[in-house]
């Protein structure tokens, strides 16, 4: 479970200002946001369940065609250590930048590739991992329009588990405009018109493809804007627009401080109601444990919680600057104590020692 809120209109600025929170198995191994280029995860520097896991993953996916070839150390993301994707990514050369969230909801009503669907169930291979995605684009030559068109044509992304996707490039001097899309795979041909298909912004930094009233997309676990709408995502848009109203009042025509952006941002990101623990509700969600089926026993391994919380500030400046900010939500602490074999999660956001942030400028 994630979330993410993005504004792709001129303000405050900046160009593009999106915010997300990463849900997640808080003992599944994780790289922390770092330059890298999705080189292979040194296996020796995981736990031995997780080198497990990942040498199957490899064996399985068989790289999925991906372009396995060095390069240079310009992308900026987390990873998952198990399949090596990412969830959220920018490279700084090209301006490319993607993030996405996954899609609980039944697969009953998809209908199966016909490959797939004439081999028993033991003998289909496992559904490539979504974070594979964002490492392809980032990586490859396509722009964003013929990635979007490939996806919904894709044998591959439709028998992934499902996903909401946003991809797109920042243009990187005045000449260029900005690309961004929005793609579903369980909902491929109707979602672009919601989400303004691709918005671009003109000279005059207006953006095109999305009405001016809209100051905020965001999006979470659901089909997108397929009803019913999350309540988180509804409280969310409204939370991010209020505060980007109030930095906006408060700077009295003077900069804006990006450190004021930040704290608004993470404040938001933190949101959560303490009466409940329903997680369409919970912006931020608590640690608990997510079992698989009702009888089963917690364990480390079962804590569930909001685990990184992310901001990435795009400047309307020339050339482009990128402001990357990752910290961590929750954090299992391990105890030595006899008989405490769970651990126990704590809030590790208000540490800004431990903030990992990333500032680079873009290639004009």
Wanted: glycine residues 8%; hydrophobic residues 30%.
């Amino acid at each position: 479970m994630c979330i993410a809120f993005w504004s792709p209109k001129n303000q405050l600025g900046y160009r593009l200002i999106l915010a997300s929170n990463r849900d997640e198995f808080l003992n599944r191994p994780s790289l922390p946001a770092n330059w890298h280029s999705f080189e292979p995860i040194d296996q020796s520097l995981l736990p031995v369940s997780a080198s497990a896991a990942l040498e199957a993953t490899s064996q399985s996916s068989n790289n999925d065609g991906l372009n396995t070839q060095k390069f240079a150390h310009e992308i900026i993301s987390g990873r998952d250590s198990i399949a090596g994707g990412t969830w959220l990514g920018i490279d700084k050369q090209t301006g490319k930048f993607g993030f996405l969230t996954n899609v609980a909801h039944p697969r009953d009503h998809i209908v199966p590739d016909k490959e797939e669907s004439d081999r028993s169930p033991q003998d289909r291979s496992p559904p490539a991992s979504r974070g594979l995605i964002i490492q392809e684009f980032l990586q490859g030559n396509e722009g964003v329009e013929s990635c979007i068109n490939k996806l919904k044509s894709s044998r591959i992304s439709k028998n992934m588990n499902g996903y909401n996707l946003v991809i797109g490039q920042i243009g990187k001097n005045e000449n260029e405009q900005d690309r961004i899309a929005f793609f579903c795979n369980r909902n491929p041909e109707g979602i672009d018109d919601e989400f303004g298909g691709i918005i671009n912004h003109d000279l005059e930094g207006h953006n095109q493809g999305t009405s001016e009233s809209t100051l905020v997309y965001g999006f979470s676990n659901g089909i997108a804007h397929r009803a019913p709408i999350w309540p988180k995502v509804t409280q969310g848009r409204y939370l991010m627009e209020d505060c980007l109203r109030k930095i906006q009042m408060n700077a009295n025509s003077l900069p804006v401080d990006p450190a004021d952006v930040e704290t608004e941002l993470f404040n938001l990101l933190s949101t959560t109601d303490d009466s409940t623990e329903d997680l369409p509700c919970n912006i931020l969600i608590r640690p608990h444990h997510r079992l698989r089926t009702p009888g089963a026993s917690a364990s480390i391994e079962t804590w569930y919680a909001t685990r990184t919380q992310t901001i990435v500030l795009v400047s309307q400046t020339t050339p482009t600057r990128i402001t990357f900010v990752e910290r961590d939500a929750f954090q299992i602490q391990h105890s030595n104590s006899p008989g405490d074999e769970l651990g126990k999660p704590v809030w590790m956001g208000d540490d800004c020692s431990c903030w990992r942030r990333f500032e680079f400028q873009l290639p004009s």
